[in-house]
């Protein structure tokens, strides 16, 4: 039984327990700390090469497919030179890794033809967008790992069963 | 579980199973659109959830709150009545549904006794956030749902989860939030989840209201004994994971066996997944070298609640002598006593209950075929973080597992498999990893994309603090 499959609408319609949203893949974290699909966007945070404590966020609109990079700060990305800078690649391609290209692609709204790019399918050019929002969500998303353990039982998490083993 | 057990169980739902659940589908399709676009054949459906209590002291209450709604008056008070009688349905179907699988089983159940009132967390402003938030839900429909209306929530769970006493409604409401915010737009989506959006904003509102959560979590009794592990429940949304441990307690004191549960929680993000959720417990070292070795504990002066839930303390536990879940399952299923249910959990998706079943053929879809008569088995939801797959399922020869029921339907979810590996009969249960992996195989995956934990949390180092 597949939750997901098409003819799935009565399985949907009529059960409690599901996973609506798919499991991610893991991947390596160190480059591209954050990705999601929000806002209308692919947002996320990546690493800075040559300074550990800072970060870029970069983002593309779903649709348009106009991009930005900048600091946390919003000091504009110096390789944005009329094409997506080498953070915007990353992003991509991590979240790639982590949702699957399907996934990505729907949420951009572009058709990539097997075997290409996605970042080579996107049409869009250069938009400022604020990075203010994607780095406060990237913090509360940090925030979560700070938040202590509980040996308080959650009855309501029955209604998230976990899933995933293909190993 | 014997085949005649199985038999007794499938025969047939309990009576008026079908007429409730009718009444509670009705008012689902109505939240789908929204309570405000009631259109004439859905602006019947409150007032038949409330006709089902006419007779009863709520009677009054719910006929009110089903007549405002449809003439488009929709307040707190009456969306509150109205997801109290939805609950009250489904609660009375829950009841219906354990005393069969009860009497299926020739299984003992505790009686209910309220746990004492203890203090209440103040947070009447958070609250009120939330409740307000599950009205705009309500009123927009899920058809509706945007993601303005989706973020409007993130602030107020934000402020929840920092309050121990309120962490229930947070995680409820981040894993909620968060499937709408997927979902986004919702307007779009080929198939909704009906009945489960409608189960969590049920519970979210009724968790929502002042005083129904306690500030502490409130013991009707310490206990004390050896704790015979059946398996572990693997629960996970993006931000949380809890691992809800299924026990036979031997109490010290001699008396009749007990099935009991444990849980950790922690919070997490979507990108740890699989076996580096374990991590996320380090500090249960005792339970986790418990879970991981198959062995026994010892514990002492656990407080335990009234819905069977022991609160686990590391400290007042140790490691006692090798349990296979099997022998114990053999030993005492038959003749253990089942904790009550607390009135507010009273919902059939927290139906969970251990049994061991063997002697089945596995049918082609994976089912186990007991003498006759055919259980699913819900192989699409085993943990990503432990080593039991559909394969090992579909050729094992006994099984530890939940009972459940969704979708109209009885299920297994497995927890522990005997099966055959390399020609030598094993036990392979989903806790197996809970201090690390041990196939080579899944630890080489997991050293490829590094320790998700360790990066986060000294990015959180990092950042958080500036």
């Known amino acids: ?167 | 579980m014997l085949a005649v057990q199985l038999a007794g169980l499938l025969d047939g739902d309990p009576e008026g199973t079908g007429e409730a659940l009718a009444l509670v589908d009705g008012f689902d399709d109505a939240l789908v659109h929204g309570l405000a676009r009631l259109s004439e054949e859905r602006a019947e459906a409150p007032a038949a959830l409330a006709g089902a209590f006419s007779a009863t002291p709520i009677g009054d209450r719910l006929a009110e709150a089903a007549a405002k709604v449809a003439s488009g008056s929709i307040t707190e008070e009456h969306l509150t009545a109205l997801a109290g009688g939805r609950a009250a349905l489904f609660g009375a179907v829950h009841d219906a549904l354990l005393a069969d699988l009860d009497a299926a089983l020739g299984r003992e159940r505790a009686p209910w006794y309220p746990a004492p009132r203890s203090e209440q967390d103040t947070a009447a402003n958070l609250l009120g956030g939330a409740r307000s938030w599950l009205r705009e839900l309500a009123i927009t429909g899920w058809r509706g749902v945007d993601h303005d209306l989706v973020s409007a929530v993130d602030q107020i769970t934000e402020g929840l989860t920092v309050v121990p006493g309120l962490r229930r409604l947070a995680v409820l409401l981040d894993g909620f939030a968060a499937e709408l915010r997927a979902s986004c737009p919702v307007g779009t989506m080929e198939h909704l989840p009906v009945r489960r959006w409608a189960d969590l904003w049920t519970r979210a509102l009724l968790l929502a209201q002042d005083g129904v959560l306690p500030g502490e979590p409130r013991p009707v009794a310490t206990v004390s004994g050896r704790l015979l592990i059946l398996g572990v429940d693997v629960h996970e949304h993006g931000t949380a994971v809890q691992f809800q441990v299924h026990a036979v307690l031997e109490p010290a004191d001699g008396g009749q066996a007990r099935l009991v549960r444990t849980s950790v929680t922690a919070a997490k993000v979507d990108t740890i997944v699989g076996p580096a959720l374990w991590k996320l417990a380090h500090d249960h070292k005792v339970l986790l070298a418990a879970l991981a070795g198959h062995l026994s504990l010892e514990v002492t002066d656990l407080p335990l609640l009234d819905g069977g839930d022991v609160i686990w303390h590391d400290d007042r536990a140790s490691l006692g002598k090798p349990a296979d879940p099997f022998t114990t399952a053999r030993l005492h299923l038959a003749g253990v006593l089942a904790p009550a249910v607390p009135p507010l959990e009273r919902v059939p998706v927290r139906i969970a209950e251990p049994v061991l079943i063997e002697g089945y053929e596995v049918t082609g879809d994976g089912s186990f075929d007991l003498g006759g008569s055919v259980l699913a088995v819900d192989t699409a939801r085993l943990p990503g973080c432990g080593p039991l797959t559909p394969k090992l399922v579909a050729g094992s020869s006994a099984c530890v597992g939940l009972v459940r029921w969704d979708g109209g339907c009885w299920l297994l979810q497995p927890l522990a498999v005997q099966a055959k590996v390399k020609r030598e009969t094993v036990a392979v249960g989903t806790g197996d990893w809970a201090q690390g992996p041990t196939d080579p195989k899944v630890v080489k995956a997991e050293a490829r994309s590094g320790d998700a934990v360790a990066v986060l949390r000294e990015r959180a180092g990092r950042l958080l603090r500036q």
């Open chain 1, 1 to 167: 039984m597949n939750d997901r499959s098409p003819d799935g609408e009565a399985v949907w319609a009529h059960r409690s327990r599901l996973r609506v949203i798919p499991p991610v893949q893991p991947r390596k974290l160190a480059k591209v700390p954050f990705v999601e699909l929000a806002d209308g966007r692919l947002q996320g945070v990546v690493s800075s090469g040559s300074d550990i404590s800072r970060v870029y966020v970069s983002s593309i609109a779903a649709g348009t497919h106009n991009y930005n990079c900048s600091t946390n700060n919003n000091r504009p990305c110096g390789g944005l030179y009329g094409s997506p800078c080498k953070h915007l690649q990353a992003l991509t391609a991590e979240a790639v890794l982590q949702y699957g290209l399907d996934r990505v692609a729907t949420y951009l709204r572009v058709e990539v033809p097997e075997g290409a790019d996605l970042i080579a399918c996107l049409s869009g050019g250069h938009e400022p967008a604020p990075a203010a929002m994607v780095f406060s969500r990237f913090l509360r998303h940090l925030a979560y790992l700070e938040v202590p353990a509980t040996t308080v039982p959650i009855p309501e998490m029955h209604w998230f069963p976990s899933e995933g083993a293909v190993h």
